[in-house]
């Protein structure tokens, strides 16, 4: 199996900085798109950012210019810088990533989430 596990969540006041890790554990053999999402009380799950094996990046509309996503293959893990950070930026954060595994000796494509790290932002 395939496992994300995020860290780097917490409370921090309006203008402050966060970086959230995921380290993605398990039989990899490639991962492909790697991202994050985030889910705020009452929400639909949007698209926070994302970033392709080949170092590709696309953001949300909302956080252009304050996050950065990047990615270091050797370590199968991705990271969310968070810069001038709102009070609406507020939510559960998800990390996501597209794997092919070995899943009982069968090559296996998944989409695997993580459990979510929270992130508190006061005003």
């Known amino acids: 199996q395939v496992h994300l596990v995020e860290n780097g969540g917490g409370l921090v006041q309006a203008g402050g900085s966060l970086r959230l890790s995921c380290a993605a554990s398990?039989?990899?053999?490639?991962?492909?798109?790697m991202g994050w999402y985030r889910q705020g009380v009452g929400k639909q799950r949007d698209l926070v950012a994302t970033i392709t094996s080949g170092l590709e990046t696309k953001y949300g509309d909302s956080v252009e210019g304050r996050f950065t996503i990047s990615r270091d293959n050797a370590k199968n893990t991705v990271y969310l810088q968070m810069n001038s950070l709102k009070p609406e930026d507020t939510g559960v954060y998800y990390c996501?990533?597209?794997?092919?595994?070995?899943?009982?000796?069968?090559?296996?494509?998944?989409?695997?989430w993580g459990r979510g790290t929270l992130v508190t932002v006061s005003s």
């Open positions: 398990g039989t990899i053999f490639t991962i492909n798109h």
């Open positions: 996501n990533a597209d794997v092919s595994a070995k899943v009982d000796t069968v090559l296996t494509y998944l989409s695997v």
